[in-house]
């Protein structure tokens, strides 16, 4: 008869035995604390987004500029506007370069404007852009 040493392996000779890690399962925090990434935790991004949301979608009252837009479409536009290049969108928006290009397309179809320059004038005239 064979000894139990503990491991959970209970005799299955094709199984690996149960490490102490696994036995809470997938999800469950280690000891000590599972480590957490501070800038998750901070609101202060998320409430500076959504209230940029707000404004450039027009739920922070008046009119909308661009109501063909999407709020994302509307956002990309605004740091455009602001001089962005394609790489700080998307960083700043935490997107891939290859979503921010396809959103600057978008934006460039939806407002009938020819290029980049044409949609910043169009933007900026229709209060995107500014502080």
Excluded at 63 to 80: G, N, S, Y
């Amino acid at each position: 008869m064979q000894e139990d040493d503990g491991l959970g392996g209970g005799g299955d000779a094709g199984r690996r035995p149960r490490l102490p890690a696994q036995v809470g399962g997938p999800g469950r925090a280690r000891e000590g604390g599972a480590r957490r990434d501070p800038r998750r935790d901070d609101p202060r991004p998320r409430r500076r987004r959504a209230a940029l949301a707000a404004v450039l979608s027009g739920r922070g009252g008046g009119r909308v500029a661009f109501p063909e837009l999407t709020d994302r479409e509307r956002e990309v536009l605004d740091l455009l506007a602001r001089g962005h290049d394609n790489p700080t969108i998307a960083r700043r928006l935490v997107l891939s370069p290859k979503t921010v290009r396809n959103h600057v397309s978008n934006v460039l179809a939806k407002i009938g404007a020819a290029d980049r320059t044409d949609a910043v004038i169009r933007a900026r005239d229709a209060g995107l852009g500014q502080d």
